[in-house]
């Protein structure tokens, strides 16, 4: 874990280049730990969108019993003369335990109902023919053929979930199979929002001349929740130094991580930077990026500290590229922080050449045996909250560049830095 007892970084304003975006997440993570706090044992129920703390291991066999994978009949292939006809002695339903198959008979068995002893084979239904009790098969059957093993999907004993696992829909029904009813789980990561900017009314609120709607603070409380954060939100902090400096206070005494939106520039109203530096330690600030450069990390008591940039699509963009993998490795999350981007193809020219990286609202086009089209929004502005709302990714040009129609780019999928 990095000292944050000073910048990792020198201020660019001394004459260092501004930080890359490998860089800066590098950084970030290289400063945090999972938080420390007592797990939390809850039914699997209750458990969505937790974070498991222990390793699960399946108590039994998945399917615990030879199984039918088809309506049909089972029998024993070698019972099978030249005529390929056996009497039907059982009928065998999913659920029940059936006594053992009779030499030289054939049973009726129902897609999930136990092999009984002495049965090899299933045949599905539409290739047999019954008559007066009797089964006639119209091929010869693959022996084994339509049974699904005892442990077919999980053996007893085999890890299923490892810890650090997300548990989603898909887990949650992976525990129920094993039988599982609760679980130990990390507690939900303790995050303050502080939304700063003299200008923002609430929705709902008559909008007063020069004033705008705060989109910043219900966009991020969406996404910590979407992240099973436990959200604490004092509302607006108002547009002072000594306002801010008691905001971050409060939110340090309480939270393992405040995400401020605004006030991280250089502007007389801009007092995040200086209050995290009278309050705390600034570990970075300012990242060669398009949107997002006046990022700033750093830490206020055992707080960590992200100051996200106050225009919608900046702080949503460095949200999802720095925000996100934090708060993964905070929660204590198993996998990948930051997701390996897709490729695609860039559907049309890019003739602006940026000093900075750009990270592009996009969407993708799909066309047979082909990289998909990365079709850029018409409207790239840090302001422009539809292009986000249209958009299912961000595509990535390099700095100081002006690729062409059919380049190959970087592309992550909202989905996927949302996971």
Not at 3 to 27: M, Q
Not at 79 to 96: F, K, M, T, V, Y
Not at 239 to 250: G, V
Not at 345 to 366: I, N
């Amino acid at each position: 874990m990095t000292d944050l007892t000073t910048d990792c970084y020198p201020s660019p304003t001394n004459g260092a280049p501004l930080l890359t975006v490998v860089e800066a997440r590098a950084a970030i993570l290289a400063a945090a730990d999972p938080v420390a706090r007592v797990t939390q044992r809850i039914v699997c129920a209750d458990s969505l969108g937790r974070v498991l703390a222990e390793s699960i291991r399946s108590p039994i066999d998945v399917p615990p019993h030879d199984n039918s994978a088809m309506d049909g009949y089972a029998l024993r292939a070698d019972d099978l003369g030249a005529d390929w006809r056996l009497p039907i002695a059982q009928r065998i339903a999913a659920g029940e335990s059936p006594p053992p198959l009779p030499p030289g008979t054939a049973a009726r068995i129902f897609t999930g109902a136990p092999i009984p002893d002495g049965a090899d084979t299933v045949v599905i239904q539409e290739e047999c023919e019954i008559a007066s009790g009797w089964l006639r098969l119209r091929r010869a059957p693959q022996r084994g053929g339509n049974i699904r093993p005892r442990g077919n999907d999980i053996a007893a004993g085999q890890e299923v979930l490892a810890a650090g696992t997300r548990l989603d829909p898909r887990h949650l029904g992976l525990l129920a199979s094993i039988g599982h009813r609760e679980v130990s789980v990390r507690p939900r990561l303790r995050v303050a929002l502080l939304t700063t900017g003299a200008e923002l009314t609430e929705p709902g609120e008559p909008l007063a001349p020069g004033r705008i709607y705060n989109s910043n603070r219900h966009l991020l409380a969406a996404l910590l929740r979407e992240q099973g954060c436990e959200l604490i939100d004092p509302g607006p902090v108002p547009d002072t130094l000594e306002a801010t400096q008691a905001a971050l206070r409060a939110a340090a005494a309480t939270a393992d991580l405040i995400v401020s939106t605004g006030g991280v520039s250089v502007g007389d109203e801009d007092h995040v930077k200086a209050a995290v530096a009278a309050c705390g330690q600034i570990a970075l600030w300012r990242v060669n990026m398009k949107p997002g450069k006046p990022l700033l990390y750093g830490r206020i008591q055992a707080a960590h500290l992200i100051g996200l940039p106050g225009n919608p699509v900046s702080a949503y963009v460095t949200a999802l590229l720095f925000l996100l993998p934090l708060l993964r490795r905070l929660q204590g999350r198993d996998g990948p922080l930051f997701p390996e981007p897709e490729s695609a193809r860039l559907a049309h020219d890019w003739p602006r050449a940026r000093p900075r990286r750009e990270f592009l609202r996009a969407r993708l086009v799909y066309e047979a045996g082909q990289l998909p089209w990365a079709e850029p929004a018409q409207r790239q502005g840090s302001d422009v909250l539809t292009g986000v709302a249209h958009a299912d990714g961000l595509l990535e040009l390099p700095p100081d560049a002006t690729p062409k129609r059919g380049t190959i780019v970087n592309y992550w999928s909202l989905a996927r830095l949302q996971a």
